[in-house]
């Protein structure tokens, strides 16, 4: 049987696929069959993240900083030159969150722009398929409350997470207009490699330089492990509460430093005694 010619071939574009989320997410597109194409702009991703795999190895890497107009256009005429772009996975955002924090413009940047300009250039090339990389940032603090699609209003707290709901809100527009299927994922903390920051990533570097000042608890049911600094002078974090390490992570403050006695409140579908 003759192989269809490569400008026929479906492909799909992982914009941001040499960065941590991105690489892993083209290594599994690989695995399954699909041929990629990646553009990052090698801000914070890296080519080895790619060339490093026997899986991803061989996966077409274009540099290109997809917040500039001609650069994405150029970037998304080259990827068509290899098959038929069939579908955008858009992962390409700013990913160093107090650099966002100090500076609002690399937000708008890198995390708003680079929607703007990926869907512009989408409806000029006619890819109707986009899937995106929100973040569980659009919801801002809303304490205790167990999250869930329909839960607003939405007060984001971070210029990060602002420019995330902005891009939402694009995307919402554009699926309006020309595109055919939108898929967006609000994901919380990930954890794996090849990580490079994020608060799992430091609470876990934090436990490597000072192991001796922790102290872990488990749960009579094992599902879950919860670790505290232990107060001693000098530690400026003992005044944390317990930080969940498997469910929802994040530091709370306290004014007791002491383990928590149960769940205080259990989300459908999850096992007794995990917080939402």
Not at 8 to 18: D, E, F, R, Y
Not at 244 to 257: E, F
Request: charge should be positive.
């Amino acid at each position: 049987m003759t192989s269809p010619p490569a400008s026929q071939t479906a492909l799909s574009i992982v914009a941001g696929g040499a960065g941590f989320i991105g690489s892993n997410l083209v290594r599994s597109l690989v695995a399954r069959g699909r041929r990629v194409v990646v553009i990052d702009n090698l801000s914070n991703g890296r080519a080895a993240y790619l060339s490093c795999d026997p899986v991803t190895a061989s996966v077409p890497l274009i540099e290109a900083d997809l917040a500039d107009r001609t650069a994405c256009e150029a970037a998304f005429g080259r990827a068509a030159t290899m098959g038929r772009v069939d579908d955008v996975w858009h992962m390409a955002a700013n990913s160093d969150i107090p650099a966002g924090v100090a500076d609002p413009d690399v937000d708008h940047t890198d995390t708003f722009l680079t929607t703007f300009e990926v869907l512009r250039t989408m409806q000029r090339q006619g890819i109707g398929t986009l899937h995106f990389a929100s973040s569980s940032a659009i919801y801002g603090d809303l304490g205790e409350t167990p999250l869930h699609e329909a839960i607003g209003p939405l007060l984001p707290i971070s210029n990060y997470g602002a420019m995330k709901l902005a891009s939402e809100a694009q995307i919402s527009v554009a699926a309006e207009s020309f595109l055919t299927r939108a898929n967006i994922f609000r994901f919380p903390n990930v954890v794996s490699v090849p990580a490079t920051h994020g608060v799992i990533l430091d609470f876990v570097n934090k436990l490597m330089r000072n192991p001796t000042g922790w102290t872990c608890w488990e749960t009579e049911r094992n599902e879950r492990l919860i670790a505290r600094i232990k107060p001693r002078r000098g530690n400026a974090f003992r005044r944390r509460r317990p930080i969940l390490v498997k469910g929802r992570s994040h530091y709370r403050p306290s004014h007791d430093g002491l383990p928590p006695t149960g769940s205080k409140k259990n989300v459908p579908g999850q096992p007794p005694g995990v917080n939402a």
